[in-house]
């Protein structure tokens, strides 16, 4: 009979195994993730996962100070999360202490990269409230006086991607200054404006005094400066804000005079200038003392191009987030997804750069603005120039564009997508820069050869844009991110990039250089980006790599391996033994060739 004592620690033992193999299982679980230099474990949990396609996971959730990671427990299905806290727009509580029903006490989570994530909790102990003020902590630091996690991680690259845009050189390269157009310095403490970089392209004959004078009748200080020129026909993209013309029509004759030495410049008989509003917006902003340029601008045409504001962006991709997650609303998919008007907004946007692109290549300066001239402008003037200078379509080209006209041009990022800031409700926020990269993955579908990067390269940067890993897309401009020391403290995403080039190159990419880029803009060959809109539903992602890509590059790599074996056997053909013993006896006929001769006219078919 066995003893009470033995009994006691057979138990015992039973018990032990019990926690070690959980204690086992959860850091089997969690063995996986892979922490960045600098990040930390916050918290780990039991929790279920309310998967929208495969319904209630069990698993465990890990936070640290950069991520969520979720792994799922149950054998038959595997589900992985693996979410930035950047990219978390608001955290709420579901369900209360006295909510009955199966998974109905625990988190919702609202993303903003198109999905919702919900975890359920058991209700004893108070069991999701350390979670969740540890989640919102965390996913919201400049809320909580904390730091954002750009300035914790400690990743090292080769390459400082800090580096890739240098304004000067960038000028130089367009072939700048000339007699035309000089570089001014005189924003180089951001007194003439502080959401403009400190050095800037104006044109040769203005004064710095009249620079001054400029600025005190744009919208911000934001002048009129050059963004880029043409190398043939020397006619220039410019950009700027809106005239103070207000309510009362004020006129400013240095203004108009700054306006006509733009025009000179190339003898553009007409200067156009693109206004990005819808014409009864632009009319409405003279009530707020904004407005656009009137008559009085001679030698100049003004032109409206329909592009709604920040707030019917943001409402458009609340709605096409609707039909796409957690389920793609199929029944009226075509209707549904006009309804949202994001393919119409889309449109605008290209076909408002086509005609700047088009009046540029035809010989004629353009003025582009829109009401401050960080957001539809930015928009307009990097896609214009995208279409005309090869340059940005490289990879290391547009890493320059997005430098220059986004982030130094001063883009209002911080506002724009909130980074670590609770108020997930503020009305500065939209897609501006979303809805711009979408704009170039349909110009990569309609040129398939002509740019050389891929579609893996426009995923990365719009994770980042949220993910707060790097400093490239922190703070609203360029002063902000001086003040901030981004640049010394904090990673750029192009060090990330450029330390991987191959993962982001186009294997159909044929360079041309003088080619101008004219997509078609039109809804009829605009198609939703899937991969980037829908890639949270499994059946998408299963369907995201594209065949004839893989084909090629399986090609590619096979040309590689022939053309290295062909230079082995040449090396070893030139080698001086090789030459002794291929070497032709007297009797050899005079017309038969040698290998190095056979190996000259050897080519593979590729």
């Known amino acids: 009979m066995a003893s009470p004592v033995s009994v006691y620690n057979s138990s015992a033992l039973d018990t032990h195994i019990s926690s070690t193999s959980r204690e086992s299982l959860r850091m089997e ?8 230099p600098g990040e930390d474990r916050i918290i780990d949990k039991d929790i279920i996962y309310i998967c929208p396609f495969s319904g209630a996971v069990k698993g465990k959730v890990l936070i640290t100070n950069y991520r969520l990671y979720f792994k799922s427990s149950d054998a038959d299905v595997t589900v992985t999360l693996d979410v930035p806290l950047g990219a978390i727009s608001r955290v709420e509580k579901m369900g209360g202490a006295s909510s009955r029903g199966e998974n109905s006490y625990g988190l919702d989570i609202t993303c903003k990269d198109m999905r919702n994530l919900r975890f359920a909790l058991k209700q004893e102990g108070h069991s999701r409230r350390d979670i969740f003020d540890l989640l919102f902590r965390h996913a919201f630091p400049l809320s909580h006086g904390l730091l954002l996690f750009a300035y914790v991680t400690q990743e090292k690259y080769e ?6 845009y240098k304004p000067i050189e960038e000028f130089r390269r367009q072939g700048l200054p000339n007699n035309k157009w000089r570089i001014t310095f005189i924003n180089k403490n951001y007194e003439l404006c502080d959401t ?4 800037l392209a104006v044109p040769f004959k203005s004064k710095e005094e009249d620079l001054r004078r400029v600025a005190a009748f744009r919208s911000r200080g934001r002048i009129p400066v050059l963004s880029w020129i043409h190398r043939e026909n020397q006619a220039v993209i410019v950009r700027c804000s809106q005239p103070l ?12 005079r700054y306006l ?3 025009r000179e410049a190339n003898d553009t008989i007409k200067l156009t200038i693109y206004d990005a509003r819808p014409n009864v917006n632009a009319v409405a902003n003279k009530a707020t003392g904004g407005g656009y340029e009137g008559d009085e601008y001679q030698n100049a045409e003004l032109m409206f191009l329909d592009i709604q504001n920040i707030h019917v962006m943001r409402e458009s991709l609340k709605k096409l987030k609707d039909i796409v997650y957690p389920n ?7 209707s549904s997804l006009e309804s949202t008007h994001w393919l119409e907004h889309v449109k605008l946007v290209l076909s408002g750069a086509i005609q700047v692109a088009d009046k540029v290549s035809s010989g004629n300066s353009v003025v582009v603005h829109c009401s401050d001239g960080w957001d539809r402008t930015a928009q307009l003037t990097s896609l214009a120039m995208l279409m005309l200078d090869s340059h940005y379509r490289t990879l290391r080209g547009f890493q320059v564009l997005i430098e220059k006209e986004w982030i130094s041009f001063g883009h209002k990022f911080a506002s724009r997508i909130g980074h670590g800031d609770k108020n997930h409700a503020d009305q500065d926020r939209s897609p501006i820069f979303v809805q711009f990269i979408d704009c170039v993955w349909q110009m990569t ?4 050869t002509a740019f050389e990067f891929n579609e893996r390269l426009l995923l990365t940067i719009l994770d980042h844009l949220y993910s707060c890993r790097f400093g490239t897309f922190l703070y609203n401009c360029e002063s902000a991110r001086d003040q901030h020391e981004v640049r010394s403290k904090t990673v750029s995403l192009w060090s990330l990039v450029n330390s991987k080039m191959d993962i982001y190159l186009n294997p159909f990419y044929t360079p041309e250089s003088g080619r101008v880029l004219y997509p078609v803009a039109s809804m009829r060959h605009l198609e939703l980006w899937v991969t980037y809109y829908i890639r949270w539903n499994p059946r998408i992602r299963q369907q995201q790599q594209s ?3 893989q084909r090629y590059k399986e090609l590619l790599a096979l040309r590689d391996e022939y053309l290295k074996k062909l230079e082995e056997l040449q090396l070893s053909d030139s080698s001086p033994s090789s030459r002794l013993a291929n070497s032709p006896t007297p009797n050899t006929s005079s017309s038969t060739s040698s290998p190095s001769q056979q190996y000259t006219h050897l080519h593979t078919p590729f």
């Not at 390459?159 to 890739?164: L, T």
């Not at 403009?196 to 050095?199: E, I, K, L, S």
Request: net charge negative; with cysteine; charged share 30%.
């Open 445 to 448: 579908k309609q040129f398939p």
């Open 29 to 36: 679980l969690l063995a996986d993730v892979c922490l960045l």
């Open 245 to 256: 013309v207000g309510m009362s029509g004020k006129r400013n004759k240095d203004d108009e």
């Open 328 to 334: 793609v609303e199929e029944s009226h998919w075509l």
């Open 260 to 262: 006509d030495l733009i």
């Open 159 to 164: 390459e400082n991607g800090w580096n890739v």
């Open 196 to 199: 403009y970089p400190t050095v």
């Open 547 to 549: 065949p004839v890509e």
